[in-house]
């Protein structure tokens, strides 16, 4: 099955830019995902990319996929304290299928 | 509509005893996951149902767990004879299926703590 794996902490200064890596096994994964999740909240959807697309750009959120290497990054641009958290790279084979989660990076923005 | 609920949110309960936790999806949402999240651990997928009929379990769902949507609405997950290695965080997921939305949305969890 899909296994997905990343680093674990990340610690960068506020104004900076943040890149957490991910990578994944399963090549039939067809959706790729970034979660955040903040303390005592839910998860949420950050962005996803389709496994046929190299890039996507949402505001500040760049996700880069290399599909080769079954690699994925987000680059979050001019890192603020409010976006400390932490972060869960994702995947699944369709749209509706159940997720697969890595153990998520923990991101802390030094002000 | 307010997202997806769960009830309860933290749950204290001895171990061997019985435990029922609820979630109510997104009302139009015909598509209802279970995960669980233990400390430091990304979510991991227990089960799933569209509408009322459960499509996959996971081998994480042992025996003592089960899992129904009896009206494909809200779902309940029973955890009989708890154990204390079942202390987690208990996650509810919603979406549609067929459609061109992709997200599942999650509900705030149930935390469950087995003494």
């Known amino acids: 099955g899909e296994d997905v794996e990343q680093s674990l902490f990340l610690s960068v200064r506020e104004g900076d830019s943040s890149v957490i890596n991910c990578t994944y096994t399963?090549?039939?994964?067809?959706?790729l995902y970034w979660y955040k999740q903040e303390p005592g909240a839910g998860l949420q959807l950050l962005t996803y990319?389709?496994?046929?697309?190299d890039m996507k750009q949402d505001q500040r959120l760049t996700v880069l996929l290399n599909k080769k290497d079954k690699h994925l990054s987000l680059r979050i641009a001019d890192t603020q304290t409010g976006d400390s958290a932490i972060y869960f790279c994702?995947?699944?084979?369709?749209?509706?299928?159940?997720?697969?989660f890595g153990p998520g990076t923990s991101l802390s923005v030094i002000p | 509509d307010t997202g997806v609920s769960q009830n309860p949110r933290h749950k204290i309960t001895k171990r061997g005893q019985n435990v029922t936790f609820r979630c109510d999806p997104i009302?139009?949402?015909?598509?209802l996951y279970w995960y669980r999240q233990t400390l430091g651990q990304g979510p991991e997928f227990l089960t799933y149902f569209q509408n009322e009929a459960q499509l996959e379990k996971s081998r994480l769902l042992s025996d003592r767990f089960s899992a129904e949507r009896p009206k494909g609405s809200f779902s309940t997950l029973e955890i009989q004879r708890t154990e204390q290695g079942d202390s987690a965080m208990y996650l509810c997921?919603?979406?549609?299926?067929?459609?061109?939305?992709?997200?599942?949305?999650f509900g705030p969890g149930t935390r469950l703590t087995v003494t």
């Open positions: 399963d090549s039939s994964s067809t959706y």
């Open positions: 990319i389709f496994s046929n697309m």
């Open positions: 997921a919603s979406s549609l299926s067929g459609g061109i939305a992709y997200e599942q949305y």
């Open positions: 994702a995947a699944s084979e369709t749209s509706y299928d159940k997720v697969i």
């Open positions: 009302s139009e949402h015909n598509r």
